[in-house]
């Protein structure tokens, strides 16, 4: 009988075809039940008062190209009980009617072609009203932008879920540029399940494949466990508005963060956010090591030094808070 051997884990590769993937809502969320996938998971669904938002902006943008008679979209109020956007279009040039509307010379006059009022308190678009035909067709557009945000997700959110599962399965990048990822032992079962689901979508593709226990293995696992380290926390620096030169060594990255800390005002939001990043990444690295059976430390320890220092800078602003 042959000898069974042990996974280090997996690689996941997945796909997406097309720009024009979308899900329903529902049919996610009924998805989501019957494999049992974990809820954090789930998408997150944009409010009716953002899909109104982001509606109307979209229908400026796509019929407002025009470079004579180009529109624009205007937000009127955004007080406790409505948001008031209007459609303004160019009115074709009149050098006449321009130096009365604007007292001056070359200035573009913009009229009002159609409004559009979302109620907080419904949760919907309560009115609308067109004054001419490219008003009606502004009013269109946003409203059928509008129903597509409240019952579909589009490729965005799509990509976003599978990006959060390898974050959740504690994976790792296995190049620099993305497109595979590793998934330690411990989490092959559960992530399986995932993929699963994802392959249940159409226009989703998620491969898994077994990586052997090897001392290669290992090692390579090692070297991309190094780089995704240094790699997040150098997103964390350029979080923070700094810069980075790449491909530093992590005590380098950890010098720079130092600065980077020490020249900006940070809020204690973003403190909070930063420290439970480094909690994560820590806790990471305590599974890797684990799993590689090797010694860590030095890396525990730089990651350490990072958390000590940004709990100090949230001590300091809750005492100065309080």
Do not use: W
């Not at 009980?81 to 604007?102: G, M, S, T």
């Not at 390898?166 to 590793?182: A, D, E, P, S």
């Not at 030094?305 to 100090?312: D, E, G, K, T, Y």
Request: glycine share 4%; net charge neutral.
């Amino acid at each position: 009988m042959a000898k069974t051997t042990e996974n280090l884990g997996l690689l996941a590769i997945y796909s997406l075809n097309g720009n024009n993937l979308r899900m329903r809502i529902e049919d996610l969320r009924d998805l989501f039940k019957a494999n049992s996938i974990p809820a954090d998971l789930f998408p997150q669904i944009t409010s009716t008062q953002g899909a109104f938002e982001r509606a109307t902006t979209y229908a400026a943008q796509t019929l407002g190209k025009d470079k004579l008679q180009p529109i624009v979209m205007r937000e009127l109020s955004n007080d406790k009980e409505n948001v008031i956007r209007v459609f303004e279009q160019r009115v074709p040039y009149q050098d006449d009617l321009e130096k009365i509307n604007q007292g001056g010379e070359n200035k573009p006059v913009y009229k009002h072609i159609a409004t559009m009022r979302y109620s907080k308190k419904q949760e919907a678009i309560e009115f609308t009203n067109a004054l001419t035909p490219q008003g009606q067709e502004c009013i269109a557009v946003a409203q059928q932008k509008y129903r597509e945000l409240n019952e579909f997700f589009n490729i965005i959110h799509i990509r976003k879920m599978i990006q959060d599962a390898f974050k959740y399965y504690n994976g790792i990048l296995f190049r620099r540029n993305g497109g595979v990822t590793f998934i330690p032992m411990d989490n092959i079962k559960a992530f399986q399940n995932f993929a699963k689901m994802c392959n249940q979508m159409d226009g989703i593709e998620l491969i898994c494949i077994n990586m052997q226990m090897s001392k290669d293995n290992k090692t390579s696992v090692l070297s991309n466990l190094e780089r995704h380290v240094n790699s997040s926390l150098e997103d964390e620096i350029k979080a923070l508005g700094g810069k980075t030169v790449g491909n530093e060594a992590l005590e380098e990255l950890i010098s720079t963060f130092y600065a980077e800390l020490g020249n900006k005002k940070i809020s204690e939001r973003k403190l909070q956010t930063l420290t439970e990043s480094f909690s994560n990444t820590m806790k990471l690295v305590s599974e890797y090591e684990k799993l590689l059976d090797c010694n860590l430390d030095v890396m525990k320890s730089q990651v350490s030094i990072a958390q000590a220092q940004l709990q100090a800078l949230l001590n300091k602003e809750l005492e100065e808070d309080a």
